[in-house]
Nanobody
């Protein structure tokens, strides 16, 4: 049974930092690309960042470049999202997801095979 479990969300002031973690189980984590997505109330789910199976390639949405860092530890079956200089507009539910697809499609939600339940991030102004 595949499971993706996010943790690390919470309430933070603007300018602060959070680190999200996503623990994976039930599949061969080291062979899947991983992504972080977010969805704010009334908005569509959007990609935040993605990382290839070996960690050598990463993708970031323009809105988070220079502030967020995605990384993974294949020995721990975990992917991380370090978020810095947070803004109120970063407020959303954050989801991790796994894909067997190619790097070129990492920004597309329909590429992903497995999804977590999400963790809330709230940034106060």
């Amino acid at each position: 049974q595949v499971q993706l479990k996010e943790s690390g969300g919470g309430l933070v002031q603007a300018g602060g930092s959070l680190r999200l973690s996503c623990a994976a189980s039930g599949y061969t984590f080291s062979t899947y690309g991983m992504g972080w997505f977010r969805q704010a109330p009334g908005k569509e789910r959007e990609v935040v960042a993605a990382i290839s199976w070996n960690g050598r390639s990463t993708y970031y949405a323009d809105s988070v470049k220079g502030r967020f860092t995605i990384s993974r530890d294949n020995a721990k079956n975990t992917v991380y999202l370090q978020m810095q200089r947070l803004k109120p507009e970063d407020t959303a539910v954050y989801y991790c997801a796994a894909t067997a697809g190619a790097y070129s499609s990492y920004s597309k939600a329909n590429t992903y095979d497995y999804w977590g339940q999400g963790t809330q991030v709230t940034v106060s102004s």
